[in-house]
């Protein structure tokens, strides 16, 4: 059974930084495309960045040059860093994956529970 296992999440000030982590867990035979997503109150969950196996990123414009996703694929983990927070990043940050379990396997689609971030002005 696979499990994504969000945290670094918080009450941070206008202004500063949080760096979340995401490790997964469970039988994980390849790590492909990960990314971060995140849902604001009242709002659709969105993409904030997302980082392939060949290591191409893609980022929302609200954050560009603020965050940055990476990853450590021997700890099966996937982090960002969030620099310059912004009231408006107040959100429930998700983790997502696409992960193969057996090398036979498809690939399939995993989601963590979540880690609240609030950025106070």
């Known amino acids: 059974q696979v499990q994504l296992v969000e945290s670094g999440g918080g009450l941070v000030q206008a202004g500063g930084s949080l760096r979340l982590s995401c490790a997964a867990s469970?039988?994980?035979?390849?790590?492909?495309?990960v990314g971060w997503y995140r849902q604001a109150p009242g709002k659709q969950r969105e993409l904030v960045a997302v980082?392939?196996?060949?290591?191409?990123?893609n980022y929302a414009d609200s954050v560009k040059g603020r965050f940055t996703i990476s990853r450590d694929n021997a700890k099966n983990t996937v982090y960002l860093q969030m620099n310059s927070l912004k009231p408006e990043d107040t959100a429930v940050y998700y983790c997502?994956?696409?992960?193969?379990?057996?090398?036979?396997?498809?690939?399939?689609?995993?989601w963590g529970k979540g880690t609240l971030v609030t950025v106070s002005s």
């Open positions: 980082l392939t196996g060949g290591g191409s990123t």
């Open positions: 997502n994956a696409e992960l193969k379990s057996s090398k036979g396997d498809v690939a399939r689609n995993y």
């Open positions: 469970g039988s994980i035979f390849s790590l492909n495309t």
